[in-house]
């Protein structure tokens, strides 16, 4: 027998045997038989008798083509150029590794075109599936609450959005911004007053005329400084002490007897509410103290809270 | 021929240059042109602004402030849409940055506004109180180069076609027309009217007087630059 064929036999028993062995080994940490392995899922099965399948062909071919590199000669026409001595044949390439060769161009085409790197990635996409999956996991999570965690979320918010200008304290940074530990400072009020107001505090244009347009009715006269002052200080003051007189007769008009405003009329000027913070938020305002810009991109659920938590900083 | 290349190996080097380079160009230029084109609602930086990103470069903000917006959704939170490459079809040079010492500044202009930034660049610790950031007093001082602002406008205008003086369309379906001067002494007019819109929200007396003046203080343009950034 040829020394070839005792080496193929050898290593095709070895390769079977630590088959076997594999066999055997996962059958025991999963505690059944090679029987019940084998019987009991078809995949299990086919793996073995590919496995078995695959060393005995791989054999029977591997000791074919040594045999053929042992006898076979070179013939055919030599091309025309030669680098050092080593030249090429002409010979027309084996059907088989056309065909393959033709496929594979097909196959890159396709996976060019359509398979993974020109659409199957993209970073925008990504971003994306992760704005939906965040946004399903907020809602999931914060849609429904009330009270403290609201006023939590917002004091969160605020200390991410709100902190630059009013300052951590909420107090407006020496007067940079809104003191939003109180509901309204006088200054403001005088210059709305003054100079009217179309803030959208109420959620939609709803201009509070100027001076000129603001009729005491106690004095049948249109206000006057010393009037303005007064109001100021009484709504500064918290809907206390003097100037009450002035305020029933020229504001109470629109922002009720309390100051608390009325429905789609004119906004509450005695103290925050969550809506009030809302619409703020969404159109920005502009006033005695400068600009505020619009804070549209919170969601709807943590303008709610920032409200919430405004509210409860002048309770 | 591929007999030929294939004796000559600086010449078959050269062809496989040519033929990569091709490729490239094929792949790259198409695409490139699309993604630089300006978007909707981008329009062109009018003299003021371009004399206040002036100041922006000169005083290195890009090398503490970004201006480039990654779509991870952290960040989408803090500064608002992520960046697209037709938004900086106006920017030269675009002032990506490649450090955030400070925050990104891409849409500043959403989220401040002019008397922030003034009391913010007099006296940056007070208003965010862990801030490292400098103050820029001089910048109350020192006047706004409108003149290479204006010499800016008319390069980019000629030879970039820069639409100044023509309709650009905005994001709410109307157009928006950027004025650029017919001449220099048009250019300070345009500039200075521009200055007194900004100036009419500041509170520093001095940079009131000077705009009165017919000044313009660096500050005033740069709060018009960074007002501008949406």
């Known amino acids: 027998m040829n020394k070839l064929y005792l080496w193929g036999i050898i290593m095709g028993a070895v390769m079977l045997v630590a088959t076997y062995f594999t066999l055997v080994i996962s059958a025991g940490n999963s505690g059944k038989s090679i029987s019940e392995i084998l019987s009991g899922d078809i995949v299990n099965a086919l793996a073995i008798t590919g496995a078995v399948a695959l060393i005995l062909i791989t054999i029977f071919v591997v000791i074919k083509y040594v045999r053929q590199m042992q006898t076979d000669t070179a013939n055919g026409q030599l091309a025309h150029e030669n680098w050092d001595g080593i030249g090429e044949y002409l010979n027309e390439l084996p059907m088989g590794w056309s065909i393959i060769f033709l496929l594979t161009m097909v196959w890159g085409m396709w996976y060019f075109i359509i398979g993974y790197p020109v659409n199957a990635f993209s970073n925008i996409g990504e971003y994306n599936e992760d704005v939906v999956v965040h946004n399903a996991k907020f809602n999931e999570e914060y849609k429904s609450i009330t009270g403290s965690r609201l006023v939590d979320m917002g004091e969160s918010v605020f200390l991410a959005e709100c902190k630059v200008c009013h300052g951590l304290k909420a107090d407006g940074i020496d007067g940079k911004a809104a003191n939003l530990n109180a509901r309204i400072e006088a200054r403001s009020v005088k210059y709305v007053v003054e100079n009217g107001s179309n803030n959208h505090l109420l959620g939609f244009e709803s201009p509070m005329p100027d001076r000129n347009g603001l009729f005491n009715n106690n004095t049948e006269a249109l206000i006057t400084d010393a009037e303005i002052d007064a109001v100021s200080a009484y709504v500064a003051n918290g809907m206390t002490g003097a100037g009450s007189d002035v305020f029933a007769g020229a504001c109470a008009v629109c922002h009720a007897e309390d100051g608390k405003g009325m429905e789609s009329v004119a906004p509450n000027i005695a103290a925050f509410t969550p809506t009030l913070v809302t619409n703020v938020l969404n159109h920005g305002k502009k006033g005695a103290i400068g600009t505020m810009p619009k804070f549209k991109r919170l969601n709807d659920k943590q303008k709610e809270a920032v409200g919430a938590y405004i509210t409860s900083l002048s309770k | ?230």
């Open chain 2, 1 to 230: 021929m591929f007999h030929w290349l294939e004796k000559h190996p600086f010449f078959f080097a050269v062809a496989v240059f040519v033929m990569i380079a091709f490729a490239g160009l094929v792949e790259i230029l198409p695409n490139f042109a699309q993604a630089s084109r300006p978007l909707i609602g981008t329009a062109p930086y009018s003299t003021l602004e371009l004399a206040g990103r002036h100041v922006y470069i000169k005083n290195s903000c890009n090398a503490c402030h970004s201006q480039l917006i990654r779509p991870f959704k952290s960040e989408t939170d803090r500064y608002g849409h992520y960046s697209r490459s037709g938004e900086y079809a106006y920017d030269r040079p675009f002032l990506w940055g490649s450090k955030r010492t400070g925050p990104d500044l891409m849409r500043v202009g959403n989220y401040r506004t002019t008397d922030w930034h003034e009391n913010h660049m007099k006296a940056p610790s007070k208003i965010v109180l862990d801030s490292i950031m400098p103050a820029f007093t001089w910048m109350f001082t020192n006047l706004a180069d409108i003149n290479t602002a204006y010499a800016e406008q008319l390069t980019v205008a000629q030879f970039f076609t820069v639409p100044y003086n023509q309709p650009v369309p905005m994001k709410d379906g109307s157009t928006k027309v950027v004025k650029m001067g017919a001449t220099l002494a048009d250019a300070n007019a345009l500039a200075l009217a521009e200055a007194k819109v900004v100036a009419a929200d500041m509170k520093d007396q001095n940079v009131k007087d000077a705009i009165a003046r017919g000044e313009i203080p660096e500050i005033v343009a740069l709060i018009a630059y960074l007002n501008s950034l949406k």
